[in-house]
Nanobody
């Protein structure tokens, strides 16, 4: 599975961005997907996850109510809609996939390259 993230950029606090992640492979709907992020000099942290079917999602407390993860299995894509952005959301954002269709925070085998999100105050 190859993953390609895009959609990062510079936005003012309070603004919105939508990240996209395009996946290769024929078994996309069998794989749970997630977004992680890593700020400068910090460890990578979980942001959101979605089941293979798209029916189940979970979020980090820090983004709950502001971010929405979704997927389009026909297009082999997963998205992260980010609203009410804060300067502390500044980070490189990574999409990831794992062999299980069940969502979770761990055991992701496939990773895309990061897309940088910068939120100015």
């Amino acid at each position: 599975v190859q993953l390609q993230a895009s959609g990062g950029g510079l936005v003012q606090a309070g603004g919105s961005l939508r990240l996209s992640c395009a996946a290769s492979g024929r078994t996309f709907s069998n794989k749970a997907m997630a977004w992680f992020r890593q700020a400068p000099e910090k460890v990578r942290e979980f942001v959101a996850t979605i089941s293979g079917s798209g029916n189940s999602t979970a979020y980090a407390d820090s983004v709950k109510g502001r971010f929405t993860i979704s997927r389009d299995n026909a297009e082999n894509a997963v998205y992260l809609q980010m609203n009410s952005l804060k300067p502390e959301d500044t980070a490189a954002y990574y999409c990831a996939a794992r062999g299980s269709p069940f969502p979770g925070k761990y055991q992701y085998e496939y990773w895309g390259q990061g897309t940088l999100v910068t939120v100015s105050s």
